[in-house]
């Protein structure tokens, strides 16, 4: 973060490369995510910010293989699908977010 800050995208982007390759090597965790933000997600959205939209969707979909449904990573892929120019792809997370959040709320009204 503090190499972004600078201006000097190319060695941050690096850097979190290999977090999100040493985090993607350690074994799953049950229960919550033992982390706030997983590498590849913070990854890909300083490659959304750096104009890298194919890039930044395969490392929300990195994010997403470890933790899915996770919305934080669904909307930065959903982001990622608009800036490519893919909308069908952007409808498809948007009605899974949907989705999502209508569970959720279910869920709140059963209990």
Not at 18 to 25: G, H, L
Not at 46 to 71: C, H, I, Y
Not at 92 to 110: F, Y
């Amino acid at each position: 973060m503090i190499e972004a800050a600078e201006g000097r995208t190319d060695q941050a982007l690096a850097t979190l490369r290999k977090a999100a390759d040493a985090e993607a090597a350690m074994p799953f965790e049950f229960g919550p995510p033992f982390v706030d933000k997983p590498a590849a997600e913070l990854l890909g959205e300083m490659l959304l910010d750096a104009g890298k939209p194919q890039e930044a969707r395969s490392a929300f979909e990195a994010a997403l293989a470890r933790a899915p449904d996770r919305t934080a990573s669904l909307e930065g892929l959903g982001k990622a699908a608009r800036a490519a120019g893919d909308t069908d792809g952007w409808k498809r997370i948007q009605a899974r977010l949907r989705a999502i959040r209508l569970r959720g709320k279910a869920l709140d009204a059963h209990n």
